[in-house]
């Protein structure tokens, strides 16, 4: 039986099972729950290492942290390695430079942006280096100040772009991959109230493409001397829908010809056709859920895996040849999932 994992993260409180490892059966989509761990509030967002067996959490809350843990999937293992502070309030994304030598993390609230090394075994050494975002949008209520969102790398190069939701602003930093500190090379501003959140980039093509929270809009940017320009804004909603939405999470298919993008409120996921890096909307599948917060694609098999903070529950929905999510192949229940990471 072919299987690969997926490990999850939540808005757990610390005596519950924040972070949970699951075995998807790639051929039939049923997910099996392998083993779980508690104590970390709300170990929201998760970066899994290159080497396959260590992965990292943010603990979003007031007095935020960052936690490392070892794995075994094929044993049911997961141990925690050690933590350090964040240097800000409510860390909200995570990831892991494609060297596997330093952890990127940005606090929501604290508006920093900040470096931690990461040892062979992947235990996470001291904060290397810590920027602090200052600016304000045209939200009063969402954007009263910087709130980063999320850190990316861009594929191949030690460049990293910040989504300021707070801000409308997507800024380029460089990583000196020796010391682990950030320079500021580039500002990238959206329109205003867009709210940036997440980044994703073409697998071959030099487009990125950008999720914005508040306006419910996927931004399409060209990739010039690893900067970005805006060429196109498209709706992640049906032309007549008026309720509340706040869009989430954004992915790019593995062969490059489709995006995805989840909302919360419509609960579905967008999909658009790829046409020469410009997008083309092709409809609107149900997410299978509540609050579909974030998903991910599984490589080399038609399942896609999605979140759903607010009904509680992990769906995975098979992707067919247009590049809609149609079946629902099962729902898996958990407690208020916020992430789910493929293991390498």
Not at 85 to 103: C, L, R, S
Not at 227 to 242: A, D, R, Y
Request: one cysteine or more; aromatic letters at 6%.
């Amino acid at each position: 039986m072919s299987s690969t994992y997926i490990l999850s993260g939540s808005y757990a409180a610390a005596d519950q099972a924040g972070i949970t490892l699951w075995a998807l059966d790639l051929a039939t989509g049923k997910l099996a729950k392998q083993a779980e761990v508690s104590g970390v509030e709300r170990p929201s967002f998760l970066a899994v290492h290159p080497n396959g067996t260590s992965f990292v959490a943010v603990s979003e809350t007031g007095d935020g942290e960052v936690a490392a843990y070892w794995l075994n999937p094929q044993k049911g293992l997961i141990q925690e390695l050690n933590r350090q502070k964040t240097g800000g309030g409510h860390p909200a994304h995570i990831t892991i430079d494609e060297d596997g030598q330093w952890a990127i993390s940005v606090t929501y609230s604290g508006a920093h942006v900040t470096v931690h090394s990461l040892s062979a075994d992947g235990s996470i050494g001291e904060m290397a280096d810590s920027k602090r975002h200052k600016g304000s949008g045209a939200d009063p209520e969402r954007q009263d100040a910087a709130h980063p969102h999320s850190a990316f790398q861009l594929p191949g190069t030690n460049r990293f772009f910040v989504s300021d939701l707070g801000m409308d602003a997507l800024v380029r930093y460089r990583l000196d991959l020796h010391a682990g500190t950030l320079e500021q090379e580039a500002v990238t501003k959206t329109a205003p109230g867009a709210g940036p959140r997440h980044l994703a980039f073409h697998p071959f093509e030099a487009f990125a493409y950008g999720v914005n929270e508040l306006d419910s809009t996927v931004s399409v940017y060209a990739i010039h001397d690893k900067g970005l320009k805006e060429v196109q804004k498209v709706s992640t909603l049906p032309e007549h829908f008026t309720g509340t939405n706040t869009p989430a999470e954004i992915a790019v298919s593995r062969d490059g010809r489709f995006v995805y993008a989840s909302n919360r409120g419509h609960d579905s996921i967008a999909v658009f056709r790829v046409k020469k890096g410009l997008l083309e909307p092709v409809g609107h599948a149900d997410a299978g859920g509540a609050g579909p917060r974030h998903f991910t694609l599984v490589p080399g098999s038609p399942w896609i895996v999605i979140a759903h903070e607010e009904s509680g529950t992990i769906a995975v929905k098979r992707i067919g040849g247009d590049g809609m999510p149609g079946e629902t192949a099962d729902v898996a229940e958990t407690v208020a999932p916020v992430c789910v990471r493929l293991l390498k």
